[in-house]
């Protein structure tokens, strides 16, 4: 499934664009830095209400090419400076992080 697919799905807005061509084969959900360092999957979508800079470096270092900022929140300036430098999409939703997964669920996304 393609980041803009899922990006339409989520009703996300697009606060970065990235690739929305680029498949993305699992997703992970988590808001602990260095559980999500450890043990995401590359080319997984992330789910996550941070959005500051350290989550870009990790989504760098993970090779993940989406975070979705869930549950209403806003990203920094210098986190979305960070993922358009490196072609990170960006989808901000107002669902819960849950929510999220739910509907990822619903369209065939696994973690």
Not at 28 to 40: N, Q
């Amino acid at each position: 499934m393609t980041i803009g697919e899922i990006l339409s799905h989520l009703g996300a807005e697009v606060a970065n664009s990235g690739d929305k061509e680029r498949e993305v084969s699992r997703g992970i959900v988590g808001d602990l830095l260095s559980h999500v360092m450890g043990t995401a999957p590359e080319n997984a979508l992330w789910i996550t209400i941070h959005g500051h800079l350290n989550v870009a470096a990790v989504a760098v270092l993970r090779d993940i090419p989406c975070v979705i900022l869930a549950g209403g929140r806003t990203p920094s300036p210098d986190f979305l400076e960070r993922c358009r430098a490196e072609g990170i999409a960006v989808g901000l939703v107002k669902d819960a992080a849950f929510d999220v997964c739910g509907k990822l669920w619903e369209i065939g996304l696994r973690g």
